[in-house]
């Protein structure tokens, strides 16, 4: 087994403040008001126990009886307002479980007697009026502004007016809502046009110039409705699906990033020979980066990326022999071998026949041969293009293969400690990396990460200029391999600061790629994907401002098509729609069957 040596490096980062890279004040909570909730499946505890604010529940008076109803021909026997609200309301105030709640009574039948009825009402539930937590607000049919100081103070209104705002009591009024259709055709989908939006924008700020909050009814019930509405500045956004609302609501801010200053990008500059036969091959996998991973993050950065610049691209299918969504191990192995197998495979086609990798190929044709990644070496991207194994877990049985491999060196994170690492690696010093007279691992600390949070977006990139450097001393071709891992862990996690952070270093990583290849003019650069992760989609932002706003379909990955962009020397060889196997195929082409 061939003995590898360990290399800490110790990477110049350049850092960033905070500052630069935010996503809006966490402290904002939208309120949602659920409303006709008495229609609800489940009335009062849908809304409630997905955290609506206000809760809208609809009366009608009828022989003395307060009916939870929007007409006298929906009542039904025995749904009244106590039996499907107060009482409730009482139980949770007994248990010291009610929080803070407004509930919305509209009135429907007529006004002054069925608020007289439901003050009638009201009066038997003294914990509810002394608990602070419950805040009644009368609607649809109200008295008259004059009389709303005659009700008790446990009471207060929903106004329905802008014109007399300077005349009533604003001491007696708990919110101020209109109807939404006065004012927009608006269905809910894209946006407003600029003058209704102005028109909208001019009312919300007029209600709260006098210190109330606001509520519009009749709006359209979309994400994007939600989403329009709470960055106009709505207090009370009206749905009668709080539990989807809710999540939406309170998801938006984290995922809704702003990068206040962008990176530096860099230009390729196209000089090299198209037709000529490239000397040297980098193959770049963004694990996880689907086309909207690098639309998100070229909208941060103010709408520039050095991935960008690239003009040959092509689509890339990812599926796996065994499923239509593939995971990495067998991404990388299609990617790596030329040929499809199961998921959790390394190296081996589905009934575990060895497979060989580039990596091997260009080994045996004199290539040197390297890999470069933000996770652990034996992480499944990576093992794909030295290992074989049937189970990607198999993390003794992938370091084996290392031990035994054709690679001249590798960068990559300590995973752990262990006697298999601890009997094939030498530690050395920075200085010592200056060819390859050796096999190197160059192995970085023992996180599988660093933080870009606290270290800034050139990591990676650092990485790809110190590697480039010692192989552009070789006489001979290489074959290099790099990947930015973690842009896949943000899918996962649904997290787009991480997604877009880990994107943008990559980028950077490209750049020295791109840059290196400008210098040599032999170099093709390939920049691709094993897989899409967490169904990312763009639902709104500002360019120029860079802030983009996102929704996720899932936690895992997906069988979308990823996006491949080449450059150098061949590069057109990579246009068009293909399996991920062709990649392996088409570099297979370009270096051994040209010769």
């Not at 980066?289 to 689509?315: E, R």
């Not at 992938?398 to 990559?412: H, K, M």
């Not at 192995?443 to 552009?472: I, P």
């Amino acid at each position: 087994m061939r003995v590898f040596t360990i290399l800490f490096l110790a990477m110049s980062l350049c850092v960033w403040s905070q500052h630069q890279h935010t996503r809006k004040p966490k402290e904002i909570a939208y309120k949602v008001h659920s409303h006709n909730d008495y229609q609800q499946e489940f009335p009062f505890w849908n809304a409630y126990i997905n955290g609506a604010a206000s809760i809208e529940v609809d009366i009608f008076l009828k022989k003395n009886n307060l009916y939870v109803a929007h007409g006298e021909r929906e009542i039904v026997e025995g749904n009244t307002l106590e039996k499907l609200y107060l009482d409730t309301l009482q139980r949770l105030t007994t248990s010291n479980n009610l929080r803070e709640l407004q509930l919305l009574v509209d009135i429907k039948s007529e006004a002054y007697t069925t608020l007289d009825k439901l003050i009638e009402v009201l009066e038997d539930y003294t914990d509810l009026q002394g608990s602070g937590k419950i805040r009644f607000v009368i609607s649809g049919n109200r008295p008259e502004p004059r009389d709303y100081t005659n009700y008790p103070d446990f009471v207060q209104f929903d106004h329905q007016d802008l014109s007399n705002l300077d005349e009533i009591p604003l001491e007696k009024i708990a919110l101020i809502s209109l109807d939404f259709r006065k004012y927009s055709v608006w269905n809910g989908l894209g946006r407003l046009v600029q003058p209704e939006w102005e028109t909208v924008k001019r009312i919300i700020g007029k209600v709260h110039s006098f210190n109330k909050p606001f509520r519009f009814w009749a709006t359209s019930d979309t994400k994007t409705a939600w989403a329009r509405l709470a960055d106009l500045g709505v207090d009370y956004i009206n749905t009668d699906r709080p539990e989807r609302a809710i999540p939406f609501l309170n998801q938006m801010e984290r995922n809704t990033y702003r990068q206040k200053t962008p990176i530096s990008t860099y230009l390729p500059e196209y000089g090299y020979p198209k037709a000529a036969k490239p000397k040297n091959v980098i193959l770049m996998i963004g694990d996880g980066n689907g086309l909207a991973q690098i639309a998100a993050s070229m909208i941060a950065n103010h709408g520039k990326l050095t991935i960008s610049g690239i003009k040959d691209i092509g689509l890339v299918k990812t599926a796996a022999y065994d499923d239509l969504v593939t995971d990495s191990a067998a991404g990388g192995t299609a990617m790596a071998t030329g040929f499809k197998t199961d998921n959790r495979a390394i190296g081996v086609s589905p009934n575990g026949e060895r497979l060989q990798s580039s990596v091997e190929l260009t080994s045996e044709k004199g290539f040197n041969t390297a890999i470069i990644t933000t996770d652990v070496i034996y992480g499944a991207t990576p093992a794909a293009f030295y290992a074989h194994q049937s189970e990607r877990d198999n993390r003794r049985g992938i370091l084996e293969d290392l031990g035994e491999s054709e690679l001249d060196f590798f960068i990559a994170k300590e995973g752990a400690k262990e006697n298999t690492i601890q009997e094939n690696f030498k530690i050395i010093e920075p200085r010592q990396f200056n060819d390859l007279e050796q096999p190197v691992a160059i192995y970085l600390g023992e996180n599988k990460t660093l933080s870009l949070q606290e270290n800034g977006y050139d990591a990676l990139a650092k990485n790809v200029k110190s590697a480039l450097k010692v192989l552009d001393k070789e006489k001979e071709p290489f074959f290099l391999v790099i990947e930015g891992a973690k842009i896949d862990s943000g899918g996962h996690e649904n997290d787009i600061m991480k997604i877009i952070r880990e994107m943008l270093d990559f980028d950077c990583a490209i750049a020295e790629a791109l840059r290196f290849a400008d210098a040599s003019k032999n170099t093709l650069v390939i920049v691709t994907a094993d897989h899409e992760t967490s169904g990312l989609g763009i639902v709104g932002g500002d360019i120029q401002s860079g802030i983009v706003q996102v929704d996720f379909l899932t936690v895992d990955h997906t069988g979308i098509p990823v996006p491949l962009f080449a450059y150098g020397p061949k590069a057109a060889s990579f246009g068009g729609v293909y399996e991920n196997t062709e990649i392996f195929r088409k570099i297979e082409h370009i270096l051994v069957q040209e010769e």
